[in-house]
């Protein structure tokens, strides 16, 4: 500050109040009213000249010659050390480096696929409206962008460790000194999905249920992801995925609810991502039936413990294992025709429910155990992933008589349902996607059941009824009567009580036949088609 008596005194600015300077010491005189005055700091400071001469013009005006100077120039030529430069500007000072640097990973949709990206934010810096943006994976090559405002956003990451480097950019274009980093391990779409909620099972009839759970909150499940529903046949505790099979068809991964075949045991829920990971842990409900109609067994299939007769096709029992063994050495596919043709002995609609545990059997967890080329190996290569296998039950009818020369349909998925047939012939087909997992069925079989039904009518006339069933039973069923115009001492008796009908004769109380009315309810299993 000059002074009124044209002393320059410096001071040091103690506090700024709007347009109030405050410094501290006070200076030695008041200054006069629009007096020359500097300020310098340490980022800035005034340009410094040799004044040669001054000279009066016109009275009112001086002309000063000057030239610039700089101290550090002896020092530069006596003892050649570098010149210093002042900082005569604030524009090409350094900004400030952002701070609060985070990044969050987010999934995306793209196109038909689910991507990840990073989406970066940071504080903005004071005065600074443009950053750079460098990133890179793992040893790659850095990736560069200029971006306006504190977010940004890498689309595509993929699996790996990034390194994040944030600089802010003033508006002559001046970078700040030390970027602001960040490191960040990515999982990408390679992270399990989450284990599912919300898991109901709602039986709607006797055969069928509906499965329902919570929306998939992963966006890899809800676009191209899917929902594996399998069964055991046990009850929990001793139920487990390892051990269950595909009940249906996977659901799509956008999907709430499916209708499943209705078994006795647990059923398992899980999601599986575009990426094929299976959430950790499969959520498993117990199955509760409803009071079934009366129903007649009549056959049950079961080919364990020792699994003898039937014909295996690449599944043979192996006694050290306790099952039929698929060995993904010598294939993928094995199926085993069961060893029993049931003849129902006519047409009848059967209810067939299965029965099958099974437990995958990992030959080896590593890809260097794998024979053959690495790229040639089918499924996941190394892992835990036991779940790769399936066992799935197939039924096939006729019409004929079985042990003639009959002709069967086509071979038919099944687990619960209801069959129109004379002869009946099962099989179970096992698969494995991988030549490291294979697979033990321990407990294999099947039930045949006919539902109850009642057939009811009259007669009257001779003294001797036989009646005729409209629909033939399987066996015969249990017949009631209901006369009509019996007299005092009449009574009945029922005989010859077959599948397709019985006799009724009236007699008085004189052991003489005699004629009268009546009406009947026959209560049994099956209906001849």
Not at 3 to 28: N, Q
Not at 205 to 229: F, H, K, Y
Not at 338 to 362: E, H
Not at 497 to 518: I, L, P, Y
């Amino acid at each position: 500050m000059v002074l009124p008596d044209g002393i320059v005194e410096t001071r040091s600015i103690s506090g700024i109040a709007g347009r109030v300077i405050t410094v501290s010491p006070a200076f030695s005189t008041a200054p006069s009213a629009n007096a020359a005055w500097l300020c310098d700091g340490n980022n800035v400071a005034p340009t410094q000249w040799r004044v040669l001469g001054v000279q009066e013009q016109d009275g009112i005006n001086f002309a000063i010659s000057a030239i610039a100077y700089n101290a550090s120039k002896y020092a530069y030529i006596e003892r050649g050390s570098a010149l210093e430069s002042r900082p005569i500007s604030v524009l090409n000072v350094p900004p400030e480096s952002p701070v609060g640097l985070v990044a969050t990973e987010v999934l995306y949709e793209s196109g038909a696929r689910v991507a990840t990206k990073l989406s970066l934010t940071w504080k903005p810096v004071r005065g600074v409206n443009e950053y750079r943006v460098r990133w890179r994976n793992d040893f790659t090559n850095w990736s560069e962008r200029r971006v306006y405002g504190p977010v940004y956003e890498i689309e595509d990451v993929t699996q790996g460790t990034y390194n994040i480097e944030v600089s802010a950019i003033s508006a002559t274009q001046v970078i700040s000194s030390t970027p602001t980093a960040l490191t960040v391990a990515v999982a990408g779409v390679t992270a399990p999905p989450a284990n599912p909620t919300g898991v109901s099972l709602v039986p709607i009839n006797e055969s069928s249920a509906i499965i329902q759970w919570n929306l998939a909150t992963d966006l890899d499940v809800l676009v191209g992801g899917e929902v594996l529903l399998r069964h055991d046949p046990r009850a929990l505790p001793t139920a487990e995925w390892n051990s269950s099979n595909a009940i249906v068809q996977a659901a799509a991964g956008s999907q709430t609810q499916k209708q499943v075949p209705l078994l006795d045991g647990t059923y398992f829920v899980a999601f599986r991502d575009q990426s094929g990971q299976r959430s950790p842990v499969p959520v498993g409900i117990p199955a509760v039936l409803p009071t079934p109609q009366p129903r007649l067994v009549v056959k049950t299939w079961a080919e364990d413990p020792t699994f003898s007769g039937g014909t295996n096709t690449n599944l043979p029992y192996d006694a050290g294992k306790g099952g039929l063994f698929l060995n993904p050495v010598s294939g993928l596919t094995g199926e085993r025709i069961y060893a029993d043709t049931f003849d129902l002995g006519q047409v009848y609609d059967v209810n067939i429910r299965r029965r099958i545990v099974s437990n995958p059997d990992a030959i080896g967890t590593f890809f260097d155990s794998a024979s053959g080329e690495f790229d040639a190996q089918p499924g996941d290569f190394d892992g835990g992933n036991l779940d790769q296998v399936n066992a799935v039950t197939y039924v096939r009818t006729t019409a004929d008589n079985p042990a003639a020369t009959p002709v069967w349909s086509a071979w038919n998925e099944y687990a619960n349902a209801i069959v129109r047939a004379r002869g009946i012939q099962l099989k179970v087909v096992a698969t494995t996607a991988t030549n490291q997992v294979g697979m033990v069925i321990t407990e294999l079989g099947a039930t045949a059941e006919l539902q109850q039904r009642t057939e009811s009518g009259s007669g009257t006339g001779s003294s001797t009824y036989n009646i005729t069933f409209a629909d033939a039973f399987y066996a015969a069923p249990q017949v009631s009567i209901s006369p009509s115009n019996l007299a005092t001492g009449d009574y009945f008796t029922v005989s010859s009580v077959t599948r397709t009908g019985f006799t009724v004769v009236f007699t008085n109380s004189a052991g003489g036949a005699v004629t009268r009315s009546f009406s009947y309810t026959a209560v049994g299993y099956g209906k001849e088609v």
